[in-house]
């Protein structure tokens, strides 16, 4: 797997570009199950069409590299796989959104960069970079004062405040799986496409078991038609450039979508969906900017050291 620290100035600026895009659209896709929420629209088969609808867009996509398609063993396992580990902390996201509001949720996303990050350091998919591991602190730090502000003025039910810790878990396992199981040689949104398939299939069970005879609420107005429209959209934008990001930047990197998502999650919450703003948003958000600055300039002092002319510079006596 490529990784920015390790390639050149251009993939950082493009990763930095995937990473913002992903991150607040991973955020308005929380703000939008809200609103299904508020619909009284069966969430889980809501999250599961929605899958399966960016799927089909994303297999579209791909209708021009159609010839390089392949299903093999390793393909499914890893569409099974990957699938399901996407699926469950969109599961409890949407779930647990009705409890706890889309800002709390949303605040979860700030911690699977620490998790994702000693996991690949124990991998040893990770080298240990001090200036790195500054970024990812000041990411986290700002994650945990968003969490602690949040909890001041009431988080809402215990029981999912609780179930909501194992999001970050989920997000950190499957950051590290998608890596390491990388299939080569398949397009990216071919690969995509399938993953997300998996996603729903995985949902499919439960969607059906615990909502059974629903699914036809999401097609009954237009109302509930427009949301999962523009929650399609989202996906397929949003996974598209997760993907490009997963490749080009590996695990650790890809994990910084979640502190973008806990700023822009909070503040979308906040500003559009009248929920209560924690005390110290501006501190949390102009730490979780700073872990990013520093993890970017991390990135880009790698690349420079790394690019021909440095080299080449280098060996000069």
């Not at 390790?6 to 991973?26: N, S």
């Not at 350091?121 to 080298?127: H, N, T």
């Not at 523009?230 to 997963?246: A, H, K, N, R």
């Not at 979780?288 to 002092?301: C, E, K, N, S």
């Amino acid at each position: 797997m490529a990784n920015v620290p390790t390639g050149h100035k251009a993939d950082v600026a493009k990763a930095l570009g995937c990473l913002l895009l992903a991150g607040t659209l991973m955020a308005l896709s929380l703000s939008v199950a809200k609103l299904a929420d508020a619909a009284d629209l069966p969430r889980l088969s809501f999250l599961m069409v929605t899958m399966a609808g960016a799927s089909l867009a994303q297999l579209l996509l791909s209708l021009p590299k159609r010839a390089h398609w392949r299903l093999d063993r390793r393909v499914i396992e890893y569409a099974l796989v990957s699938g399901i580990l996407l699926a469950l902390p969109n599961a409890l996201g949407f779930l647990a959104v009705r409890h706890v509001g889309a800002g709390f949720v949303s605040l979860s996303l700030a911690f699977p960069i620490l998790m994702t990050w000693l996991l690949a350091v124990l991998l040893r998919m990770e080298s240990l970079r001090w200036d790195r591991l500054g970024g990812v602190l000041l990411g986290l730090t700002g994650g945990v004062v968003l969490a602690l502000s949040k909890a001041s003025v009431g988080g809402g039910h215990l029981g999912w405040s609780l179930l909501i810790l194992l999001l970050p878990l989920t997000l950190a396992l499957g950051n590290i799986y998608r890596t390491w199981r990388w299939p080569d040689g398949v397009p990216l949104a071919f690969l995509t496409a399938l993953v997300l398939a998996g996603a729903a299939l995985g949902l499919l069970p439960v969607a059906f078991g615990t909502e059974t005879g629903r699914i036809g609420e999401l097609f009954a107005a237009p109302a509930a038609v427009g949301l999962l429209l523009v929650e399609i959209g989202i996906f397929t934008v949003l996974y598209l450039f997760f993907f490009i990001l997963q490749r080009l930047a590996g695990p650790v990197y890809l994990s910084q979508i979640g502190t973008v998502a806990a700023v822009m999650g909070t503040a979308i919450a906040v500003l559009f969906l009248g929920e209560s703003a924690p005390p110290n948003l501006a501190i949390a958000g102009g730490l979780v900017i700073a872990g990013t600055l520093v993890f970017q300039r991390a990135a880009w002092r790698a690349a420079q050291a790394s690019s021909p002319s440095t080299v080449s510079r280098a060996k000069k006596p």
